[in-house]
Nanobody, 110 residues
């Protein structure tokens, strides 16, 4: 059973920092790219950052570049997100995920 357990969230003042952690189990973590996504209040999910299996490649959404750092420890099956210079726009529920798709737009309209 794939299990991902996030921790490290909390309340912080603008300009503050937090370090999120994600403990993974139930799959071969060391060969799996990992991602952090977030869901701001009343909004959809957005990809925050990704890291490849060995940690040699990372990517970030533009709004967090230079402020957030993703990392992983394959010996401990952990992935981290160091967040600095936090702003109110970073308010969201943060999730670590194993799979992330681009999604497809659905519009319901008469």
């Amino acid at each position: 059973e794939v299990k991902l357990v996030e921790s490290g969230g909390g309340s912080v003042q603008p300009g503050g920092s937090l370090r999120l952690s994600c403990a993974a189990s139930g799959f071969t973590f060391s060969v799996s790219p990992m991602h952090w996504v977030r869901q701001p209040p009343g909004k959809g999910f957005e990809l925050v950052s990704s890291i490849n299996a060995d940690g040699g490649w990372t990517s970030y959404r533009d709004s967090v570049k230079g402020r957030f750092t993703i990392s992983r420890d394959n010996d401990k099956n952990m992935v981290y997100l160091q967040m600095t210079s936090l702003s109110p726009e970073d308010t969201a529920i943060y999730y670590c995920v194993k799979y992330w798709g681009q999604g497809t737009q659905v519009t319901v309209s008469s």
